[in-house]
């Protein structure tokens, strides 16, 4: 930090305190990975031609501006997989795709997000975050009937068109200028839109007529540059301040944490130090947790580790931040916690159980989950969109 305060110092040496005081806190900013400045690049204007493109899609098959040259029309949408309005608008795109596909319309998807900058926070309206390999999952999840193309990795497609929101859509013309940009339709929420503005712009396209509103205004989740990752770290880093505890629990309580009434899903595992499959598996529980505590989820668990063994289960959680509730049932009865928890289960562990607001068992795995069939049924349950 020396060498850059007399560097600044020989380049002006007048420059005011302010100046270098600045200076100094965007590359600290730089040193420690946290953003330095908000993106603002400009969004497409209405008359511009389309920048060209090569972006890899799901199917594998690399695209660009030329893949669409026979559509009278093309219509890009900037959207992603873990935006909760990105999702409330799939079903909607897949509609219009079918619906003006036969009329020289093309649809195509990109997805402008760096998967580095997406915050757990920010994944509790989903089970996938927004990496290639994510994006793939989704697009055979959804059935998508349009090219879902990644454009995470330098963004620079999306530095180009400017994008401020998921989902917005940019409508160009046969030659390639841009007619429309803005929203899809009115309302996020699924069957409540009254004006249908990519729709109304396409038709009058078709007809030969100038777009009556080129421009509409967005709402959404916005673009995650790469720049954010240092959000992400802090995020983790902040975990570590937060206090974590591990209490006892005997088969009445066991019993009232299943009946639960809580009003909320209960996700329930219990595991053990000495069980190598829990411990493997433990680091994908919290990160579920941090996806959806922020919303009717809540995640407990249940250590048969003896009572001797308290200190070192506790010592455990705390590796691994677990913040939630813990408990330790340390009772060598464990064939009577077998039954009080799920005569389903035969005893192995780990075991994990999603558990309704009315204390019905949901979902269920004995031995080792696969994080991403869980976090999909966690998320089915609680919701993919706003309410």
Request: hydrophobic fraction near 40%; include cysteine; glycine fraction near 6%.
């Given at each position: 930090m020396k060498i850059i305060i007399k560097f600044v110092i020989n380049i002006q040496p007048r420059i005011t305190m302010k100046i270098l005081f600045s200076f100094i806190l965007l590359f600290s900013g730089l040193l420690i990975g946290l953003p330095t400045r908000a993106e603002d690049f400009k969004t497409l204007e209405i008359g511009s031609k389309a920048p060209d493109f090569s972006l890899k899609g799901t199917d594998n098959k690399t695209y660009s501006l030329a893949s669409f040259s026979k559509s009278d029309i093309l219509v890009i949408i900037f959207t992603c997989n873990h935006c909760p309005t990105a999702q409330a608008y799939e079903d909607r795109i897949k509609d219009f795709t079918s619906q003006y596909k036969s009329k020289g319309v093309q649809l195509v998807a990109i997805s402008p997000n760096s998967d580095a900058a997406v915050?757990?926070?920010?994944?509790?309206?989903?089970?996938?975050?927004?990496?290639?390999?994510?994006?793939?999952?989704?697009?055979?999840?959804?059935?998508?009937?349009?090219?879902?193309?990644?454009?995470?990795?330098?963004?620079?497609?999306?530095?180009?068109?400017?994008?401020?929101?998921?989902?917005?859509?940019?409508?160009?013309?046969?030659?390639?200028?841009l007619r429309y940009v803005g929203r899809i339709d009115d309302d996020e929420h699924i069957g409540r839109a009254k004006k249908f503005d990519l729709k109304e712009a396409v038709d009058q396209m078709l007809a030969g007529q100038a777009v009556k509103t080129p421009e509409t205004k967005v709402f959404g989740c916005s673009v995650k540059w790469k720049s954010k990752m240092g959000w992400k770290n802090q995020e983790v880093e902040s975990w570590k301040k937060e206090a974590v505890s591990l209490e006892q629990a005997d088969i009445p309580k066991i019993k009232e944490l299943i009946k639960n009434g809580s009003g909320n899903y209960r996700l329930i595992n219990f595991w053990a130090t000495w069980c190598g499959p829990c411990v493997t598996e433990f680091s994908s529980l919290v990160e579920s947790d941090r996806m959806y505590r922020g919303r009717e989820f809540e995640f407990i668990t249940v250590t048969l580790d003896a009572k001797v063994s308290h200190d070192k289960a506790l010592n455990f959680l705390k590796k691994k931040y677990a913040s939630?509730?813990?408990?330790?049932?340390?009772?060598?009865?464990?064939?009577?916690?077998?039954?009080?928890?799920?005569?389903?289960?035969?005893?192995?562990?780990?075991?994990?159980?999603?558990?309704?607001?009315?204390?019905?068992?949901?979902?269920?795995?004995?031995?080792?989950?696969?994080?991403?069939?869980?976090?999909?049924?966690?998320?089915?349950?609680?919701?993919?969109?706003?309410?």
């Amino acid at each position: 930090m020396k060498i850059i305060i007399k560097f600044v110092i020989n380049i002006q040496p007048r420059i005011t305190m302010k100046i270098l005081f600045s200076f100094i806190l965007l590359f600290s900013g730089l040193l420690i990975g946290l953003p330095t400045r908000a993106e603002d690049f400009k969004t497409l204007e209405i008359g511009s031609k389309a920048p060209d493109f090569s972006l890899k899609g799901t199917d594998n098959k690399t695209y660009s501006l030329a893949s669409f040259s026979k559509s009278d029309i093309l219509v890009i949408i900037f959207t992603c997989n873990h935006c909760p309005t990105a999702q409330a608008y799939e079903d909607r795109i897949k509609d219009f795709t079918s619906q003006y596909k036969s009329k020289g319309v093309q649809l195509v998807a990109i997805s402008p997000n760096s998967d580095a900058a997406v915050r757990f926070d920010e994944l509790g309206y989903t089970d996938l975050s927004d990496s290639f390999e994510e994006m793939q999952m989704r697009s055979k999840d959804k059935a998508y009937n349009f090219p879902y193309l990644y454009d995470g990795d330098t963004q620079a497609v999306a530095e180009k068109y400017g994008p401020v929101t998921t989902p917005q859509a940019f409508v160009f013309d046969k030659s390639r200028i841009l007619r429309y940009v803005g929203r899809i339709d009115d309302d996020e929420h699924i069957g409540r839109a009254k004006k249908f503005d990519l729709k109304e712009a396409v038709d009058q396209m078709l007809a030969g007529q100038a777009v009556k509103t080129p421009e509409t205004k967005v709402f959404g989740c916005s673009v995650k540059w790469k720049s954010k990752m240092g959000w992400k770290n802090q995020e983790v880093e902040s975990w570590k301040k937060e206090a974590v505890s591990l209490e006892q629990a005997d088969i009445p309580k066991i019993k009232e944490l299943i009946k639960n009434g809580s009003g909320n899903y209960r996700l329930i595992n219990f595991w053990a130090t000495w069980c190598g499959p829990c411990v493997t598996e433990f680091s994908s529980l919290v990160e579920s947790d941090r996806m959806y505590r922020g919303r009717e989820f809540e995640f407990i668990t249940v250590t048969l580790d003896a009572k001797v063994s308290h200190d070192k289960a506790l010592n455990f959680l705390k590796k691994k931040y677990a913040s939630n509730k813990n408990y330790i049932f340390g009772d060598e009865n464990k064939y009577e916690l077998i039954e009080a928890v799920d005569p389903k289960w035969q005893g192995a562990l780990p075991y994990t159980i999603l558990v309704s607001p009315l204390g019905e068992i949901v979902f269920r795995q004995m031995g080792i989950i696969e994080p991403l069939k869980l976090r999909k049924a966690i998320v089915e349950k609680i919701g993919r969109y706003y309410p």
